[in-house]
């Protein structure tokens, strides 16, 4: 028997790694706390209770964050108009900070010195975690198995960690034929790893990468109407009213849930990319953001009709200095708390409805209105000269043409 080691919390989220890594830990001697975080993934959460009590954990936290995930987190990428390298909407990158906080809470709840988790040593997940961890609680010590020779020499494959998933009698939803990676939460869901890895592999739509579980994968077959919307902004997203049947949702949360099944059942939001992951590596990962895509083209079109021009230039500089950050792991930094009440600040005069319809993939801005609007009709009119004097432009034009 192991000597003992303390007490660890485990991010826990009852799939084939973190299953085997609770069972691998005990073998180590430590005693196991497992926290899975309700962050919007359809999950039977009482039977990874079981299942997690089964394979030897002492104690069990579920906890429902997914209001606080879509107020804390999802909103301020929203205001920010977040998009990593022009296309990722981030979201597993902003899931991450918000579970880390409530890790190293539970921690210290129950006096662990220990968290770990299940993240790659070649992805982004590790740093996101672990720089979260530190920043909140410096003392406290990490353990990444799949960073430990002891444990990755053990299991150099996935195969390997569901022969010891069989030999300890762990059941794992994950099988040799579909041996992709999985990971959803109320922003998104997100596709990697296994057949995906091959850049030119075509054969993940409806029927291919998360099969059913894909919120988009009606894209192409949806043949009923566009749905219209009318979505109103006040730094953000307060209220969002379907013009068809008048349905009206204002909570943050229901909000968000809402837009995803009026989004998802017209394939909006659905990306495949490739990008630079921050440990040095190029990815490919298919990303399906619903309710973040239409959220993200209604607060850009609101902007812009009520922000000033020089002001979101440098807001816009602001923004993707957020996305770096956030993608990169440093929620938690000073710089990144620094970049969101700076683009905070700027979100005052965004105020507004947006009225749009969504179809086949595509959201489509139909109208706008604010009484913050910087736009002024009588000025930009053709037909009304209003307080604007032609001729001035020729000495614009002529101090332009200098250089």
Same mark, same amino acid.
């Given at each position: 028997?192991?000597?003992?080691?303390?007490?660890?919390?485990?991010?826990?989220?009852?799939?084939? *790694?973190?299953?085997?890594?609770?069972?691998?830990?005990?073998?180590?001697?430590?005693?196991?706390?497992?926290?899975?975080?309700?962050?919007?993934?359809?999950? *039977?959460?009482?039977?990874?209770?079981?299942?997690?009590?089964?394979?030897?954990?002492?104690?069990?936290?579920?906890?429902?964050?997914?209001?606080?995930?879509?107020?804390?987190?999802?909103?301020?990428?929203?205001?920010?108009?977040?998009?990593?390298?022009?296309?990722?909407?981030?979201?597993?990158?902003?899931?991450?900070?918000?579970?880390?906080?409530?890790?190293?809470?539970?921690?210290?709840?129950?006096?662990?010195?220990?968290?770990?988790?299940?993240?790659?040593?070649?992805?982004?997940?590790?740093?996101?975690?672990?720089?979260?961890?530190?920043?909140?609680?410096?003392?406290? %010590?990490?353990?990444?198995?799949? !960073?430990?020779?002891?444990? &990755?020499? !053990?299991?150099?494959?996935?195969?390997?960690?569901?022969?010891?998933?069989?030999?300890?009698?762990?059941?794992?939803?994950?099988?040799?034929?579909?041996?992709?990676?999985?990971?959803?939460?109320?922003?998104?869901?997100?596709?990697?790893?296994?057949?995906?890895?091959?850049?030119?592999?075509?054969?993940?739509?409806?029927?291919?990468?998360?099969?059913?579980?894909?919120?988009?994968?009606?894209?192409?077959?949806?043949?009923?109407?566009?749905?219209?919307?009318?979505?109103?902004?006040?730094? !953000?997203?307060?209220?969002?009213?379907?013009?068809?049947?008048?349905?009206?949702?204002?909570?943050? /949360?229901?909000?968000?849930?809402? /837009?995803? *099944?009026?989004?998802?059942?017209?394939?909006?939001?659905?990306?495949?990319?490739?990008?630079?992951?921050?440990?040095?590596?190029?990815? !490919?990962?298919?990303?399906?953001?619903?309710?973040?895509?239409?959220? &993200?083209?209604?607060? /850009?079109?609101?902007?812009?009709?009520?922000?000033?021009?020089?002001?979101?230039?440098?807001?816009?500089?602001?923004?993707? %200095?957020?996305?770096?950050?956030?993608?990169?792991?440093?929620?938690?930094?000073?710089?990144?708390?620094?970049?969101?009440?700076?683009?905070?600040?700027?979100?005052?005069?965004?105020?507004?409805?947006?009225?749009?319809?969504?179809?086949?993939?595509?959201? &489509?801005? /139909?109208?706008?209105?604010?009484?913050?609007?910087?736009?002024?009709?009588?000025?930009?009119?053709?037909?009304?000269?209003?307080? &604007?004097?032609?001729? *001035?432009?020729?000495?614009?034009?002529?101090?332009?043409?200098?250089?």
């Amino acid at each position: 028997m192991a000597q003992s080691k303390g007490t660890v919390v485990l991010a826990y989220s009852g799939g084939l *790694d973190t299953s085997c890594i609770l069972v691998w830990l005990k073998e180590q001697g430590y005693d196991v706390v497992a926290y899975l975080a309700n962050i919007g993934q359809k999950e *039977d959460f009482e039977a990874a209770r079981k299942k997690a009590l089964a394979l030897g954990a002492k104690k069990v936290y579920i906890e429902d964050v997914s209001r606080e995930f879509v107020e804390q987190f999802i909103w301020p990428a929203v205001q920010a108009s977040a998009l990593y390298e022009e296309r990722y909407p981030l979201g597993t990158a902003l899931a991450r900070p918000c579970i880390a906080r409530r890790l190293v809470e539970i921690a210290q709840r129950e006096g662990a010195q220990h968290v770990a988790h299940g993240a790659t040593g070649k992805g982004n997940d590790q740093v996101r975690f672990e720089l979260s961890c530190y920043a909140l609680c410096p003392k406290i %010590k990490v353990v990444a198995p799949w !960073r430990l020779p002891e444990f &990755y020499q !053990r299991f150099p494959g996935r195969r390997e960690l569901m022969d010891y998933a069989k030999k300890h009698g762990i059941p794992v939803p994950v099988t040799p034929q579909t041996p992709w990676s999985m990971d959803e939460n109320l922003m998104h869901i997100s596709y990697e790893a296994g057949i995906l890895e091959n850049p030119k592999v075509i054969d993940h739509g409806s029927h291919g990468a998360g099969g059913v579980s894909c919120l988009c994968s009606l894209i192409g077959n949806f043949t009923a109407g566009p749905p219209v919307c009318a979505g109103r902004l006040r730094r !953000r997203p307060r209220r969002v009213t379907n013009i068809g049947d008048g349905a009206t949702r204002s909570s943050a /949360l229901e909000l968000f849930v809402y /837009l995803n *099944d009026i989004a998802g059942k017209h394939g909006v939001g659905r990306i495949d990319i490739v990008e630079n992951r921050f440990v040095g590596m190029k990815s !490919r990962g298919i990303y399906e953001t619903p309710a973040g895509t239409i959220l &993200y083209h209604a607060h /850009l079109d609101i902007e812009a009709f009520t922000m000033d021009r020089e002001v979101r230039k440098i807001k816009q500089g602001l923004a993707l %200095k957020f996305s770096e950050l956030v993608y990169n792991g440093f929620w938690h930094s000073p710089e990144c708390e620094f970049v969101r009440e700076c683009i905070g600040r700027s979100q005052e005069p965004v105020l507004g409805t947006v009225r749009l319809s969504v179809f086949k993939g595509q959201v &489509y801005i /139909l109208g706008r209105e604010s009484p913050r609007s910087l736009y002024n009709e009588e000025l930009v009119s053709m037909n009304v000269q209003g307080d &604007y004097e032609p001729a *001035d432009a020729t000495g614009f034009i002529n101090i332009n043409s200098l250089r």
